[in-house]
């Protein structure tokens, strides 16, 4: 990946999402968007939209993106493992 997080999901949703989220908030829909994988045969029935959704939220909290500061036993692996 590129270290501004170019080539995440995160990203390619902002891209894609970001202009439309006051007519995705209003939608009379249950899900924001579509997920299709490319190369992927697929029937959208929430398997790919949960893991689009899977795949952001690891974005965002990796260190893919540089949204979050580690703290410090983070950034020396210290403390609770999960």
């Known amino acids: 990946t590129s270290p501004h997080g170019q ?3 995160f990203h390619q949703a902002y891209k894609q999402l970001h202009s439309l989220v006051h007519e ?3 939608s009379k829909y249950d899900r924001l968007w579509l997920a299709q994988y490319l190369g992927m045969y ?3 029935q929430d398997g790919p939209y ?3 959704i ?3 939220c690891d974005d965002i909290c990796s260190t893919r993106l540089p949204l979050f500061i580690l703290c ?3 950034r020396t692996n210290n403390g609770l493992k999960s």
Do not use: A, E, F, W
Request: net charge neutral.
């Open 54 to 56: 899977s795949c952001i």
């Open 72 to 74: 410090p036993n983070g």
């Open 7 to 9: 080539y995440t999901m």
């Open 24 to 26: 995705l908030s209003r």
């Open 50 to 52: 949960r893991d689009s």
């Open 42 to 44: 697929s029937i959208d």
